[in-house]
């Protein structure tokens, strides 16, 4: 099936009762895991301080802190930020997830964040960042102090930019480096790094991401050929008018008439921070890049309305819920 979201003032629909807010714990011991697990909890929500993992900035995040999760075997879904990203990026999205009775769990990816660039453009990011998210699964799904509550058999995943593309390379896809290297022409970096004849790391892939959805991928490694690859069912959506990292908007385009079988599709009238959580005034203020829509006039906040709803609608449809 293939949208495309346009009408901002169409009257959603609802799906079930959620929860009063989104229950949140933080995780901040070790740097490999510095992020945040979203969940369902029956309590009235409030700001949540982010202390030493706080990006600089208010992002104005809101749920109820280390309160009592609700529920029983619950779909898990993790999230990648994008190129130096952070893990509340998206946390919107995450909330409305764990409003609906999914726990959400994201990090910072390291050498690749806000507060940590030491990896960024490298060649080494292509296997780090999935390694990320296996470390993520394997947290949550083993180790961590409420993971009883989680159905380990609906395990999805979401992406946005570099993360899309990392979710893809996940559910099986070999990035071609060979096509990047035809047309990049930097001097530093990756590009540098693939002229001088340096081994790309090897694609890690997990079984147990059984859906996603795929957010404006990076789509310079991404081919036809290697989407094929891809076998579980995913939800992807690219920005109309593109922005950093993704170009112009083709070539997501080129990326979404060459996916396999027939996902869902949706084309969104927006550039590439569209997708981006609603910023809040003092984000606003401080990093404007990230909160100016192209076009001008383009609503955010009524887009990520149908947004989280049709991402929650997926989610639901591909995972189920849990016992409530």
Known sequence: MRGTLWAFAVTLCCLGSPAKAAGIQLLQSDPALSGAIWY???????????????AGVDFDLKGTKDCLVAGAKLPLVVFSHGRGGWFGQHHDTAEALADAGF??????????????SSRRDT???????????????????????????????????FGFSLGGATG????????????????????????A????????????????????VIVDPAPGVLTRENLAAVKVPFQ????????????????????????????EIH?????????????SAELAAAVPRICTDVPVGFDRVAFHREFNTAVVQFFREQLGSGDR
């Open 103 to 116: 726990v959400v769990a994201s990090i910072n990816h390291p050498g690749d964040s806000v507060s940590d």
């Open 193 to 212: 790094q693939l002229h001088n004849g340096e081994t790309p790391p090897d694609s890690i892939q997990d079984a147990r991401i059984r859906t996603a």
């Open 168 to 191: 893809l390379v996940l559910m099986g896809t070999r990035p071609d480096f060979a096509r990047v290297a035809s047309f990049c022409k930097e001097t530093t970096g990756a590009c």
């Open 267 to 279: 084309v969104v009238p927006a550039g590439h921070f569209a997708f981006l959580a609603p910023c």
């Open 40 to 54: 369902p909890c029956a309590a009235e929500p409030t700001h949540v301080a982010l202390g030493s993992l706080s």
């Open 123 to 157: 060649l080494s990011v292509w296997g780090s960042r999935p390694a990320d998210i296996v470390r993520l699964l394997d947290f949550v799904l083993n180790t961590w102090k409420d993971r009883a509550v989680i159905d380990p058999a609906k395990v999805g995943f």
């Open 236 to 263: 992807f959506w690219r920005s109309q008018f593109g922005g950093p990292g993704v170009g112009d908007g083709s070539g997501t385009e080129r990326v979404a008439e060459g996916l396999p079988g027939k996902p």
